[in-house]
């Protein structure tokens, strides 16, 4: 199943256990908060508590008065540190020498206190009130030639009430310029499903994990960038559930897992076997895979009709015949060759597959940050419909979502490419006449500053400027902007990577109480799930000069569009009026304030998880897209004749996105270091590279573009052969910004073509 080399030093116990208990405990007293953390921990994720600022994983409906992992951990001890930036810091500190500073060390300076301004005269960035802040803005809005030289992002952290107002003020300016974070992550996993089901969100509850025979886990590494799941696939496998990993590294998590909350288990030092098979296909050969479980699948059907689900194809399906064509005229070859596993692997994913009733496939960033990502979530569901795994009791598709309400974000509006219904929905609520025209996405935008088409940036959190790709001309992008607006809690890359002016406007974070005139708020957030659950921060704001992400919201479009249509004012004083507007303008948010009070809250309507079918033909749609010609490495062969490697971005065990924690991985062996790039050991051998040698990388690529980055150490790892892998941010500036996925604009930062030079 794996046919990769020996691997780094190997991390041999569990993931999860002690080694996460030992690794909590650092980073809460590194925040120098510790008590005051401790606290805060214990109402994670909990009725009347807070939803943990990390993943968007579902919570379980049984959880206990303890659920939160340890990257929650950490992305609380990082929000509730003791630590303060006020405007000492930015007079002590340039923005030039702010420059040098690498990702960690930015963050780790603790909390912004202050909104700030930076000028475009000095070097320096200078206190400004918030009034001030907000006329600057307003300033720069009204002098636009068009609302379309705008661009609104938005981070998935921002709640639902925040989110909303965003949208709605970005409406009533003009524009539809919402470039968001699901551009460059689940943007594929949205359009491949839509076209296929009617919906972009996964069919899946957390009931259905309860109840599923089979489990596949494509692309992701739970362990790390949700580790909560690590919880639900240990229940599963404890109760007999098949689960299989499919995925280019061997992730501990995903192997075997040691619950720390499970008292039993921490004494014992007994984990839990996770994968009871594990396949590591090439980058980008998932699609292939998929296909050759079709195809077998097809074969067998000849001679047993009880294989596929005839009975829910014929009655719930289209296109199925110009499906079944495109498979079996797929040469087994083409998709050995392209998937890396034998066909005697797929032949046993096929068995797993066929012997189980209820199925459900879950990925993440690994399967949606290629060139062919939607054609290839198309085929995901394409496997699903050929056995009914699709609206039914433990099966269905299950993307799993990053940040925590990026998936809340999309529903209340954040989307550059909005339907008519919700446009006309919003023009009725509030009585004006919305934009029609599409906006930008957010590689788009990066065009549109370039070439000076978009002149204000305004940011809900995130950074920007180390999320996006080619590192080096989005640096040129946000410095052509007239002005550049960041909204925040800590500082980061974008704070110092700045337009012509530069605000930095501090927000409450969501573990901090939020006051209005009417009170103490709560806000809302949605999980992978579709489960939308109320969070109330609980400690004292860092500062008294902050500001919540929807006062802000508020306090902009105010300045900028004033009050003849929408009454910001009167909706930032209370999050509920924000709650019963959504409840009107989507229907699906019915009783919405009341709905929230209720334990974990409620489930948004998926109508093809109820075999209703939003499509063009009001049926589940097969895909029958092709297999790529060529991947990423075949494509760059035609530009030189060096040794090349399919390069995937990933993070560390000690970050969150673009947050850095810390300079470990412990899973995979790495300590105290970021610049590193693992590589099959066959691959070192033909390029007579040994553990611990420098090398530049290079993007290999015809645009005349030069793109390397180094002095990164070589670090030999079970990895397929012609893969390699590294952190990111530091290898952003290596993905070409015109690299992205066919139909929907994601880059491509699972695979990269580059070339390794020894230093």
Known sequence: MSKSTKSSPAYSSPAGGWGALKSSAKHIIKSENAAKNVKALLRANQPGGFDCPGCAWGDSPNAGKVDFCENGVKAIAWEATSKRIDPSFFQQHSISELKKWDDHSLEKSGRLTQPMFYDGKSDHYQAITWDEAFSVIADNLKQLASPNEALLYTSGRASNEAAYLYQLFGRVLGTNNFPDCSNMCHEASGIGMTSSLGTGKGTVTMADFDEADAIFVFGQNPGTNHPRMLGTLRKASKRGATIVSVNNLQERGLQQFLDPQSPKEMILFTGTNISQYYFTPKLGGDMAILRGVAKSLFERFKQDNTVLDSAFITEHCHNFEAYQHSVEATPWQQIIEQCGLTKADIEQITDIYASNKKVIFT???????????????????????????????????????????????????????????????????????????????TVESLHAMLSGKAKVFIALGGNFAAATPDTTRTYQALQQCDLTVQISTKLNRSHVITGKQALILPCLGRTEIDSQKSGEQCITVEDSMSMVHSSTGQNAPASTHLRSETAIVAGIATASVGESIVNWTKLMSDYGLIRTDISKVLPDFVDYNQRIKIGRGFHLENKAAQRQWKTNASKATFSSALLPEKLAHEVAKEFTDKPILTLQTLRSHDQYNTSIYGMDDRYRGIYGERRVVFVNGDDMAKQQLKNGDKVKITTVSNDNIVRSITDFKVVEYAIPEGCAAAYYPETNPLVPLESTADNCGTPTYKSIAVSIEKI
């Open 363 to 441: 990925w993440a960033m690994g399967i949606t940050q290629h060139k062919h990502s939607v054609a290839t979530i198309q085929e995901l569901v394409n496997v699903l419909l050929l056995r009914g795994n699709i609206g039914k009791l433990g099966a269905g598709a299950c993307p799993v979502r990053g940040h925590s309400n990026v998936q809340g974000n999309r529903t209340v509006g954040i989307n550059e490419k909005p339907s008519m219904d919700f446009l006309d929905a919003l023009d009725k609520q509030y009585n004006f006449q919305s934009p029609r025209e599409h906006g930008l996405n």
